[in-house]
Structures are given as structure tokens and as C-alpha cells.
């Protein structure tokens, strides 16, 4: 009996301190409705440390699981410029010391993973990141430190945020180029595949709101979830839908699968020609011959003819575990450094908010492989051309279409009276 | 002795309680207080698991689903607290006009998510394992079952994006049930309900162990069939404790959320739900700290090791399971036991025909 | 609704099955005869996509290299197997629950090894001109590649059930499967039989990931969305029913391609899993069961 | 305890085309100890598989006035049927007293499931008393000799308060000593119980069986007194004649396995 009475007290008297530990603390957070915290910013003062001849940078990529596939490069090229601008002086005279850290194809480690960079080894800012979800997961993290991250892939838009650089394309930079060079080819029957995840959903629902524009129609939809191949049974629907183009917004190995079902069901490049966002020159070599003859859209081409690119591709060969090819995230991600580097000599200064001050006199500029980008101190997005390219058999891309100028970037596609009012108000609203 | 070792386990859950809620918080950082709480969860997790796999014998390789439950209804809470009266902005672009999914609507209510943290997993595993145990599912097939279910689900949330955010999940929680997430006060309150629970579960499952019920359960992990002859129903021994490690795994997903920040599908599908299993054999997994402590030392192996040597880390967590399984089934927390048992006599115990012969049995049919 | 809207998924949903039940057939032999969860079986079917690109940079002609392809997966992936068996898997048989979860770890260390190996984003494996073209079915154009899956998932079946029949080492396997103690005793060297067994197992699924090569992308993450769908076909079928395996790989693929025709790709996957299921909670015991004493 | 008998009619057990049990009727009485005897492959354990629930059989199976077969194995064992296996199975993990507290756990209440047990209850210190386990009430089961591991087995029946002990084997491997001391504790705990035993030692048998029946093949193949088995011609050829051991004992076994291995000759 005096054992039971014993245990009780024990844990009465555990909980009891649990209980008084979380009120007091209780008593000095913030709630909801504290004016203090309107903001919802109360992050400490930067740690950085810029006193040294060497100023810290995060590189943040998946270099194991499954993303590792695309990320590496990234994470190559990243250390490659880091390595360049050391050689030119560095950035303000300092040296860039850079931290790689594994993201793991996991994103609360991309969250984990960005705070650690930000507060323990006070880098002046993060690089990186591929999916969007690594992008979502690492938006609260920098926005509460007030930390900076720069993102290198082309996305599906519709976001912003005063902590994230956003160096690939958005939609209207890479999607409507492409629905522009479908309609020039006089297409009118149009297939949506895509794999299943927010990118290619937010992309088809934005390509079928200029398609009515455009008067193509729209003659079927198909996704499959990232993480499978086998597309045979929807090629048989594309097949039946008759279309005379295909819209491909699938990811990742999917693609293989895609292209050779494709073949498989007797289609080709003459008949139903596909237009892709995610083959690169990267991609093309693992999906063999048969995407010979296949477009795709982006803003940068290892074939385009610009006064950097041919430095970019050398250097890039020669580079020690290089995968030999440039492509367009890759470029995006050398923009990204690069751009930094811009930025913090505009400013004088690495501090974040000196940083975005500069950013907003919209002159911050890169002679960068696809040409000069210009940075848009608004929504921190860059300028980008359009370009179609047609994948030869060497597995590069013959420049089919260009946009006539630098297209600039607009993430709720503002200047596009097709996509509804309604909706831009209520994303921008629920961005915050 | 005997009747001393479950105090001294007491004791060590107070030093552990100890540790957590009191040292941890004076010494370490805010990003390693808020990793500690991240491993917190998946130790809350691990303890289920251990009650489950450990001394129930069902291996639940899917613990990502009863984890989801939880997480799921977490985030919504916390999403539809951050968006106030506006529909959450991931919504919108699908279909701008429609209004929020009804099953979204009750999770607008703290108390009612709370309730659906606890009750959620309870229904769900209580209608699963019913259906799997009357009808004598086990050992492989039970695995490969609760992994295909947590594939299902989690290739299920990737492909809803308009319902509940798709692949790339819930994120950017501002509130936690009204406090201000970004506040460091807040965040440190958020870590010792985290601790707090963890200690709650294990001074469960310590209690569970030294009952009538723990000695029940593991006779059933070992000899099912005789349990039964004994006029029980093993089913309902399994499900008691299945039941009670989807409750832990749901608890463990719902403080997951406000911690970490995001949950994706990608945290409750194949490779994470192997992932919870790993510390738990690191651990042991029929032992009481041993499943809650491997899966903080795996969590902190990924910060730590994953940071220095990537490549390194999954060579070392393949390894793990291969070194772990195959020479310390009974996972770290057997060492000290082995060396005594070396110690006093040279020959090592014999396995047990009967448990391996069952183990085999629950293969088979 | 054209016949072909119909017909198409029963044809693709057939070489869906085929390719399951080829990655499956393996597994149960593993999994069915000796007891042994091989969850690397995905990582051995990658093994075998990548020897058959291995085998056309050798031999550039891929019209021949595909043929000479399969057997050179058999044997590499059946090699692989082998070690396993020999390192890991043998000290286990007394603990099959285990074998899932150290063979977990070997499919992590396998997946990485691929990816340190081989180029990040996976090798093209192509396809032979043989299998260019399409057969016309009820106004369906079904194409070869989906006969050959088809074709070679049958081949394996027939060689395996002869030898596991008609030979007297099948005969030894299945005498140890049903009592090892027995066969010990009758003469019969169960660790080379268990050898042979787990040889074969994996050869298989060499085999299949030749076939898989043709389907969809050549890396190493390849090998894990095979993985669950061939142990639930294995489980449906019933355990060391070869029949029970190639009717449940075949239920699912039809079950997969309907599924996918009315309604999504994602949603099919969760439907066959929820249909397999559901099912296993019916007849645990799988499609077909030999009853036998119990041996408690 | 009980004037109810265990009256086995016209019993069949089938797996996969293979009559392991094929019309065996016998009974058993409390006050005597029963025993069932036959060479490997009789079909003596699967006659006490299907009285307990284990395997499906047809014809009828009933104590007293309720039908066994077709019952849940749990809800036999609540009628008060307790067998034990060939091959000891106690729970190795859990001591004598754990063992047999589990065994006695069935009467309470659930909720003493959650609570930790404090003292012996006394039907489990009758029990240790009556099987000369009471030395060892700490011990693993899993260390306990071979035959204590029977007693221990018997000891749970007796916790359990089964009217009915199956015994499958109980003193196979035990030393001469253990047999008898296990014999004449089948004797003291038959007065007030059904003890059905299914042996293969004749000794053992002729020593403490009431009665016994013989099974062959599937069938009864003779039924009486000790001494009126052992006089039946044919129990004499089948014990003494055919042997053909290890041939029929694997078809008992596993009827696969020889399927297997001698293809086509026999079955």
C-alpha cells in the first residue's frame, strides 16, 4: 500500500512540475493577439560574422535519396562558382567558405537542415533546394530568422517571399512560352500529362486558363503518382484522345516510362510531338534515342549562342565530378550565387535587410549564361528568355523559338487578363 | 532483484523526465532544443512501436499511417488558425469559388482536435487490427500489409492536393492554439509538451510492461496458439496493443507539426515508416528506454552524421540494420545483459525453438 | 464507349500483371519456399536493369543485346542473391520476421551504391526494333513491348514450375520446403538447396528488371516501387502457389489498368492496395492453400 | 468436478484430399486415464487438433450436451478443455508463476489485466504443489528441464480449471523416474477430470492407461482394457509387422513432402 502511495506522489509531483514549467513559460510567449507580434518576426540579431576575410554561405541539396538523382548537379555547380568567385577576389574582398548540408530527399531535414545553417554556423545565406515542398519547408525557417535562400528551379509560382531569392523560372516564364510556341505551331488538340504533385497541377490548371485564350483545346488530363513509371495505361487514353501535341509536365524518372510507352503504343515525334518542362540535358542521355525529336521549354540551353555561355560550359567540363552537360537548373543555381554576390556588393553590406533594400532598385543584374537577368526587387524573381528547344540526337536542343525580349517575371501572373482576378486576390491574400 | 528492477526503471524514467524537461532546456540552443523535440516525436513513436513489435511481435511497418492521422489533424487545426476566415491559399487556385472540404470544417475547433488526435488512431487501428488479428493475419504478412497501407495513404494525400495539400504538405503554421510560433518562448513550450509526452508514454508503457497485461502479451508474441489454449483470444491481447501504439504514433505526428513546421506524405510513407523501426531495433525492442533512446540516437545520427559524411549516413543507417538485427536482435540496450551472461558462463543462452517456431508459423500461414 | 476503350485496359492491365507477377515470382520462391522476406528483391531487380545496360555497351546492337541481356541479369542479379544468402541470410532462418528488416538495410546500402556508381540521373536502357510496332486487337493497337512482357513472365513461370517438378533438385527444394528435418535426414544438403533456392529467386528478379528496363527509367530508385505491389501479389496468391502468384499478379495488373481508365493514376494505386487488402482479410491464407496438419 | 463425458462420433479430418482422421469414434470418462495410442501417422493428434478447434473436422465431438467442432479454439478452451503440445510450448520468456498466472488470468476481470500481481493466488500454490514445481516459481520456463516443462504444462491445465486435459506425448523424452512420477500424477488428477493421453510408449501406457484405443491409419483400429488391446491380433501385426517407419511416418507428417520426394510411386 505505502509503495502505491508512493508511486502516486511521484508521479503527481512530475506533473505538477511539467504543468508549472509550461505555465510560466506560457506567461512569456507571445499570443495571437499580442501587438508585439503582428509581425510574427521577433527573430534574434544575425550571428553572422563578418569581421574575418571569409564570409560563410549554406549550400542545401538532397545528396542521398531519392532527389539526390537531380540535386547533386546542382550541388556541383554551386561549389563551382563559390570556387570562381574565390578566384575573382571573393565577395566584398571575402573569401566565400561555404557549408555543404544534405537535405535528404527530406524536407523537415531541408527545415532542420536551413535553422541549423542560419543560427549554429551563422551563414550569410542559404543556396538551394529542388522540390517544391524542400522550397515550403524552408519559407517559415528563413522568414523567422530573417535569413536569406536562394532557389534555383523553375516552380509553379504563385508565391513570394521577402526572405527567398527565386532564380528559376515562374510559370509565365517558362509555361506560357511554351503555350505561345504551341500556338504558333497551330496546335488545337492539346493532352495534359503530368506526375501528381503540385507543380504539374498548378501548371495544367494555369496552361488550361490560356488554352481557352488561345482556342486550344484541351482533349485530356493524366497524372501518375513521382515514384512510378509504367504510363501504359494512360498513353492508351492519349492514344484514344487523339491530340496533336502533348503537354508534359512529369518529373523525374517518370519520364523514361512516359517516353517509352509512348513509343511503345506506335506514337512519335512526327505525329503527336511532346513539349516538356522538366527534360533537360541532364535527363535526355537516360531516356535514350527515343526522345530525339521532342521539345521543351526553358530559359537556358547549353546549345545558346550568349557571350558567357561557352566560359560556363568549359569551366563547367572541366570541373572534377561534373556530369559534362549544362542545364537550365543548374545555370539557374550558378545565377543564384552569382546574384548574390551582385546584391551584397550593391549593398555595401551582408545584412539581410541592406541586402533586400538594394534588391529594390530593380538594377541588380548578371551577365549570366542565358543572358543578362535582371532582378526584380518587387517579388525577388529574375528576368529570363524564352526558349523552345528541339533535343537533337546527341541529346542537346536545337533553339526552335526565342521570346522576342526578356520576359519579365510575374509570379500571379498580373499581366495575363485571363487568369482570374478573383483567385490572384485570394492567393495573395492567403500568402500573407 | 526481480522486485527491485521495476523501480529502478522508475528511477531511470525520472532522470530521463529530468533530463529532458530540466537540463535540456538551460543547455542547449534553440535549433538543438527544437531538434531534440523532432526526436522527442519520433521516440513517442518509437515506444508504441516497441509495446507493438517488441513485446507483441507484430511488426508495424506502418506506423506512418496512425503518425498522418495525427500530424494531418494537427496541421488542418494549425493551417485553418493561420488562415483565419480565408480559405488556405493552396486551395484556391483549384477551384477558387468552392467552399472549405467539409471534413476540414470541425478541425477549426481545438477541442475537437484534440479529441481527434486521440480518436482518430484509436478508431482506425481498432477497425484495422480487429479485421487483420480475428482473422490470424501475422508476422510477414502483417508487415507488408501496414507498409502497403501507409504507401496507399500517403500516395493517397499526394494525389488530393486541393483536399489536404498533396506532396507538398502543410506548412507555414504562424499560431499553435494561440501562440505565436515564431516566438523562441513559444517554440521552448512546444518542445516540453513534446518531452512531457514522451515521459507520459513511457511511464505508460512501464506500468503496461509490469502488468498482468505486458506478461499476457508477451506470452502471445511467443506462443500465440498456446495463449489461446489458455482460453484468451490472442486477437484481443494484439489489438490492445496495436491500438495503443497508433495512439502513440498519432501523438507523436501531431507534435511533430508545430516542431518541425511541415508535414508532407513524404514523412509517413514506406521509407519513413522503416525509418521509425530503425531505432527501435538500434534500441531494443522489447526493452523500455531502448526503443524511445534508438530513435533519438538515429535522429541525431541524421542531424549530425547526415551534416559531415551524407553519403557516410545511409551507408551507416544500412549497415545499422544489418549489424543490429543480425548479431543484437535485442538491439544496444542487450549489451549490458551479454557481457554479464559472458561474464559468468562462456556458452551463449540458446535461442528459444518455441518462439521461432511460432515466428516461423506466423510466416508461413 | 469504342470496344477498344475496354479492351485496351484488359491488354495493358495483362502486361501490367506480367511484369508484377515477374518481379513476384522470385519473391516467391524466397518468401513461399524458404520463409526469407527479401525486401533488397526491388534492389536485385535494379541490379539486373543495370547489367542489361551494362551488356549494351558491350554489345551496341540492341536488337541482339536484350537476349543476351537476360540470362547476364539472371546470373548477376542470381550472383548478388547468392552473397546475401551466404553473408546474411543464412544465419536467419530461425528468425524470418528479421530477414525484412536486415534486408532493408542491404536494399538501402544497394540504392546508394547505384547512385555513387552509376550516372545521378539512371542510364537509358533501349529497346530492341523487334519490339517496335503494335498488334491490332478489336480496334486496339497493342504493342509488342507489352506482348514481350507478357511472353517472358509466361517462359519464366513454365521454366520454373518444370524445374521446381521435373527435376530432381526442384524435388529437393520442395521436399526441404515441407519438412527440413526429413530431407536433412533423407540425404539431401539443405544448405545447397537453400543456396540454389535463393540463387534462383533473385536471378528472377534480374530477369524482371531486364523487362522493367523496356518499361520505365533505369536508376536506383528503381527498384522500390516494385517492391510492396510483388509482396502483395505473393501474399494474395498464397504462399508457394505459383498458380495463386500468376493469378494474383494478373487480377492486380487488369484490376490496376481499370482503375487507372476510370479514374486517376494515384487513385488506382490506392485502390489495388485497398483491393489486396481487403482481400487478404477475406482469405488470409491467399487465393489457393494447401491445408495441412498444424504444426504448433 | 463434472459427470459430463467427451463422446468423439464418427470423426473426419481431411487436408487437401489426405484423410488423416477418417470416422474415429471413441469417449472418455472422468475417473479413468484414457489413453490413445497408434504408430506415427495414426491420426491421434490431429484427433485432439480437431476436438480442440484446431483443425476442421466433421462427424461430432461433445462434452456433455455441447457440440466442440465448429466452436472458436478460445470458446472450447472456456468450456473447460486444456490440451497440451508434443513439443513443450510454455512461454520461455516468462517465470513458473507468470506462466501459470496467465494460466489462471481467464476467471478475473479485464482490469486486473492492468494492474501489476501481487502475491500467489492460492489455486496456483495447489497447483506447484500437486506438479513439485513450487521450488522453481522464479525460474524462466525457458531453463526448466524437459520435463519439468511438461508439469509446468499440466500445472497451467490444472490453474486453468479444465475439466477435460488433452495430453499430446507427455513424457516423451522424460527418464524413467519423471514417467512415473508424470503417470501417477495423471492417476491423482484423473479422479476428478477427463485425462485423454496420446502416447507413443507402450510401457508408459501399460503401466497407467484405464483404457485404451488404437488407431491405425485414420481408424480405430481396436478399444478396451489394457489387457484386451494388447491381446487384439491386429494391433499385434500393426506394432510388430509393417513397420515400414520412416515411409509412413512422413506421410503423417507432411503428406507433401513425400509427394514430393517419391513422385509418382506412392501417395
Redesign the interface.
Known amino acids: 500500500m505505502s509503495t502505491t502511495s508512493k508511486r502516486l506522489r511521484t508521479l503527481t509531483a512530475l506533473g505538477a512540475l511539467g504543468t508549472t514549467v509550461a505555465l510560466v513559460l506560457a506567461g512569456c510567449g507571445a499570443r495571437a493577439g499580442d501587438s508585439a507580434s503582428a509581425g510574427g518576426t521577433s527573430a534574434a540579431p544575425s550571428c553572422v560574422d563578418t569581421s574575418g576575410d571569409s564570409i560563410k554561405l549554406g549550400f542545401l541539396n538532397s545528396l542521398t535519396g531519392g532527389m539526390a538523382i537531380s540535386e547533386k548537379t546542382v550541388s556541383n555547380v554551386l561549389h563551382m562558382a563559390a570556387d570562381e568567385i574565390n578566384a575573382g577576389g571573393g565577395i566584398l574582398g571575402k573569401k566565400i567558405a561555404y557549408i555543404q548540408e544534405d537535405g535528404a530527399t527530406d524536407w523537415p531535414t531541408f527545415a532542420e537542415k536551413t535553422e541549423k545553417l542560419l543560427t549554429q554556423d551563422c551563414v550569410a545565406a542559404v543556396f538551394g533546394g529542388w522540390t517544391s515542398s524542400s522550397r515550403k519547408a524552408v519559407k517559415p525557417v528563413v522568414e523567422k530568422h530573417n535569413g536569406l535562400f536562394f532557389y534555383p528551379v523553375q516552380y509553379e509560382g504563385l508565391e513570394s517571399s521577402p526572405n527567398i531569392y527565386y532564380t528559376g523560372a515562374t510559370t509565365n516564364q517558362q509555361i506560357i512560352p511554351a503555350m505561345d510556341f504551341l500556338a504558333t505551331k497551330g496546335v488545337k488538340r492539346l493532352f495534359l500529362a503530368g506526375s501528381d504533385y503540385v507543380f504539374p497541377r498548378t501548371a495544367n490548371a494555369i496552361i488550361k486558363l490560356y488554352a481557352a485564350k488561345l482556342g486550344i483545346q484541351i482533349v485530356g488530363e493524366e497524372y501518375v503518382p513521382l515514384d512510378k513509371d509504367d504510363w501504359t495505361s494512360q498513353v492508351a487514353k492519349i492514344v484514344a484522345a487523339k491530340p496533336d501535341f502533348i503537354f508534359n509536365t512529369i518529373n523525374g524518372s517518370s519520364n523514361v516510362g512516359f517516353i517509352k510507352a509512348y513509343y511503345d503504343a506506335g506514337l512519335n515525334a512526327r505525329t503527336t510531338p511532346i513539349i516538356s518542362v522538366s527534360i533537360a540535358e541532364e535527363e535526355a542521355p537516360a531516356m535514350g534515342h527515343e526522345v530525339t525529336g521532342h521539345y521543351a521549354s526553358w530559359n537556358y540551353f547549353q546549345s545558346l549562342k550568349t557571350p558567357t555561355n561557352p566560359k560556363f560550359i568549359e569551366s563547367w567540363k572541366k570541373y572534377p565530378n561534373s556530369s559534362g552537360v549544362t542545364s537550365d537548373p543548374m545555370e539557374a543555381a550558378y545565377i543564384s550565387l552569382y546574384l548574390y554576390k551582385a546584391l551584397v556588393e550593391a549593398a555595401g553590406s551582408f545584412d539581410v535587410d541592406k541586402v533586400n533594400a538594394a534588391a529594390k532598385s530593380n538594377a541588380i543584374t548578371f551577365d549570366a549564361p542565358e543572358g543578362k537577368v535582371t532582378l526584380d526587387g518587387d517579388n525577388h524573381h529574375i528576368s529570363k528568355p524564352g526558349h523552345i528547344g528541339q533535343i537533337n540526337p546527341n541529346n542537346q536542343f536545337d533553339i526552335v523559338w526565342a521570346s522576342d525580349k526578356f520576359i519579365e517575371p510575374d509570379p500571379y501572373l498580373e499581366g495575363y487578363d485571363w487568369f482570374p482576378a478573383d483567385i490572384r486576390k485570394q492567393l495573395v491574400d492567403a500568402a500573407g | 532483484m526481480t522486485k527491485l528492477k521495476p523501480w529502478i526503471s522508475l528511477g531511470g524514467i525520472g532522470v530521463f523526465a529530468f533530463l529532458l524537461l530540466g537540463v535540456a532546456p538551460l543547455v542547449l540552443t534553440d535549433h538543438w532544443i527544437n531538434n531534440l523535440g523532432k526526436y522527442c516525436c519520433w521516440a513517442i513513436v518509437a515506444v508504441g512501436i516497441g509495446l507493438a513489435w517488441g513485446r507483441g511481435g507484430m511488426l508495424v511497418m506502418g506506423q506512418g499511417v496512425f503518425f498522418a492521422l495525427g500530424a494531418y489533424a494537427m496541421a488542418m487545426h494549425l493551417t485553418l488558425e493561420t488562415a483565419g476566415d480565408r480559405i488556405p491559399g493552396f486551395m484556391v487556385l483549384y477551384d477558387p469559388l468552392a467552399p472549405l472540404p467539409a471534413f476540414w470544417e470541425p478541425f477549426r475547433s481545438a477541442g475537437f482536435t484534440l479529441l481527434a488526435i486521440v480518436l482518430l488512431p484509436v478508431i482506425v487501428s481498432g477497425i484495422l487490427g480487429y479485421a487483420l488479428f480475428k482473422r490470424r493475419v501475422k508476422g510477414a504478412y502483417f508487415a507488408i500489409l501496414s507498409q502497403a497501407l501507409a504507401v496507399a495513404l500517403a500516395t493517397l494525400i499526394s494525389s488530393t492536393i486541393r483536399q489536404t495539400g498533396g506532396d507538398t504538405g502543410l506548412s507555414d503554421f504562424k499560431y499553435f492554439f494561440g501562440f505565436v510560433l515564431n516566438d523562441p518562448a513559444n517554440k521552448l513550450l512546444v518542445y516540453l509538451i513534446a518531452a512531457g509526452l514522451l515521459v507520459v508514454c513511457l511511464l505508460a508503457v512501464w506500468q503496461l510492461y509490469r502488468s498482468r497485461f505486458g506478461e499476457l502479451l508477451v506470452a502471445t508474441r511467443d506462443a500465440e496458439e498456446r495463449v489461446r489454449f489458455l482460453g484468451y483470444d490472442p486477437a484481443n491481447v494484439k489489438l490492445v496493443a496495436f491500438v495503443a501504439s497508433a495512439l502513440m504514433a498519432s501523438i507523436g505526428g501531431a507534435m511533430f507539426v508545430p516542431i518541425v513546421g511541415i508535414i508532407t506524405p513524404a514523412e509517413i510513407g514506406a521509407a519513413a515508416s522503416i525509418l521509425m523501426i530503425a531505432g527501435v531495433a538500434l534500441g531494443g525492442r522489447a526493452s523500455l528506454f531502448g526503443p524511445a533512446l534508438g530513435a533519438m540516437a538515429v535522429g541525431w545520427g541524421q542531424s549530425s552524421l547526415g551534416s559531415t559524411w551524407p553519403d557516410g549516413w545511409t551507408y551507416i543507417l544500412g549497415l545499422l540494420f544489418i549489424v543490429v538485427i543480425l548479431f543484437l536482435p535485442n538491439g544496444l540496450s542487450s549489451l549490458p545483459a551479454r557481457f554479464a551472461a559472458a561474464r559468468r558462463s562462456p556458452a551463449p543462452p540458446p535461442p528459444t525453438p518455441a518462439a521461432a517456431a511460432a515466428e516461423l508459423e506466423g510466416v508461413r500461414s | 464507349m469504342h470496344v477498344d476503350a475496354l479492351i485496351a485496359p484488359l491488354l495493358n492491365g495483362s502486361a501490367q500483371g506480367a511484369l508484377l507477377l515477374l518481379a513476384a515470382l522470385g519473391l516467391s520462391l524466397t518468401f513461399g519456399q524458404m520463409g526469407v522476406i527479401n525486401m533488397a528483391h526491388g534492389e536485385f531487380l535494379m541490379i539486373g536493369a543495370f547489367a542489361a545496360y551494362l551488356v549494351q555497351q558491350v554489345i551496341t546492337a540492341s536488337d541482339l543485346s536484350i537476349p543476351v541481356a537476360l540470362p547476364v541479369a539472371f546470373v548477376v542479379a542470381g550472383l548478388f542473391g547468392l552473397l546475401l544468402e551466404v553473408t546474411i541470410i543464412q544465419w536467419m532462418y530461425r528468425r524470418p520476421l528479421d530477414t525484412l528488416l536486415v534486408t532493408v538495410g542491404v536494399g538501402l546500402i544497394l540504392q546508394q551504391a547505384a547512385l555513387h556508381i552509376f550516372p545521378s540521373q539512371g542510364v537509358p536502357v533501349e529497346k530492341p526494333s523487334w519490339l517496335d510496332g503494335q498488334l491490332s486487337i478489336l480496334g486496339y493497337q497493342w504493342p509488342f513491348r507489352q506482348l514481350f512482357t507478357i511472353l517472358l513472365a509466361s517462359v519464366c513461370v513454365a521454366a520454373l514450375a518444370a524445374w521446381l517438378k521435373y527435376t530432381s533438385f526442384g524435388r529437393r527444394i520442395r521436399a526441404t520446403v515441407h519438412n527440413r528435418d526429413l530431407a536433412e535426414t533423407s540425404g539431401i544438403s539443405t544448405r545447397t538447396v537453400d543456396r540454389l533456392t535463393f540463387f534462383t529467386g533473385s536471378g528472377l528478379a534480374g530477369v524482371a528488371g531486364v523487362a522493367a528496363s523496356l518499361i520505365g527509367g533505369t536508376n536506383s530508385q528503381m527498384g522500390a516501387q516494385y517492391i510492396i505491389p510483388a509482396f502483395l501479389v505473393v501474399a494474395a496468391g498464397g504462399i508457394g502457389q505459383l498458380k495463386g502468384t500468376i493469378v494474383a499478379a494478373w487480377a492486380v495488373g487488369v484490376a490496376l489498368a481499370y482503375f487507372a481508365y476510370w479514374t486517376t493514376g494515384s487513385l488506382a494505386q490506392v485502390l489495388a492496395f485497398i483491393l489486396v487488402i481487403v482481400f487478404l482479410q477475406v482469405r488470409p491464407q491467399g487465393l489457393f492453400t494447401v491445408r495441412t496438419r498444424s504444426l504448433v | 468436478m463434472t459427470d459430463a463425458s467427451l463422446i468423439v462420433t464418427d470423426l473426419h479430418v481431411e487436408?487437401?484430399g489426405f484423410v488423416?482422421v477418417g470416422g474415429v469414434s471413441f469417449d472418455a470418462h472422468p475417473g479413468e486415464v484414457r489413453f490413445l495410442i497408434g504408430p506415427n501417422g495414426a491420426g491421434k493428434?490431429?484427433c485432439i487438433?480437431a476436438i480442440?478447434g484446431?483443425?476442421?473436422a466433421t462427424g461430432s465431438a461433445r462434452l456433455g450436451d455441447r457440440e466442440l467442432l465448429g466452436t472458436?479454439?478460445?470458446k472450447i478452451?472456456?468450456l473447460g478443455i486444456?490440451?497440451t503440445?508434443q513439443?513443450a510450448?510454455?512461454?520461455?520468456?516468462?517465470t513458473v508463476l507468470?506462466?501459470l498466472?496467465?494460466?489462471a488470468?481467464?476467471h478475473r476481470p479485464w482490469t486486473?489485466?492492468?494492474?501489476?500481481?501481487r502475491g500467489v493466488d492460492p489455486s496456483i500454490e495447489r497447483a506447484l504443489e500437486e506438479t513439485g514445481l513450487t521450488a522453481e516459481l522464479?525460474t524462466p520456463a525457458?531453463i526448466l528441464s524437459h520435463g519439468q516443462k511438461q508439469w509446468l504444462e499440466i500445472a497451467?491445465l490444472l490453474v486453468?480449471d479444465a475439466k477435460v486435459l488433452l495430453l499430446d506425448e507427455p513424457v516423451a523424452g522424460m527418464s524413467q523416474d519423471e514417467r512415473t512420477a508424470t503417470g501417477e500424477l495423471l492417476q491423482r488428477i484423473a479422479a476428478k477430470r477427463i485425462v485423454l493421453v496420446v502416447e507413443h510408449d507402450m510401457d508408459f501406457m501399460r503401466r497407467f492407461a484405464t483404457r485404451v484405443t488404437v488407431l491405425h491409419q485414420g481408424k480405430v483400429l481396436s478399444q478396451g482394457t489394457v489387457a484386451e488391446v494388447q491381446a487384439d491380433p491386429k494391433v499385434q501385426e500393426v506394432y510388430l509387422g509393417t513397420a515400414g517407419a520412416a515411409t509412413t511416418a512422413?506421410m503423417a507428417?507432411?503428406?507433401?513432402?513425400v509427394a514430393?520426394?517419391h513422385?509418382p510411386e506412392e501417395n
Open positions: 487436408f487437401s488423416a493428434t490431429t487438433d480442440t484446431l483443425s476442421r472458436p479454439v478460445h478452451v472456456r486444456g490440451r503440445f513439443t510450448s510454455v512461454f520461455d520468456e516468462l507468470q506462466n498466472d496467465i494460466a488470468g481467464r486486473s489485466l492492468l494492474r501489476t500481481r522464479a525457458g497451467m486453468q512422413a507428417v507432411v503428406p507433401e513432402t514430393a520426394m513422385q
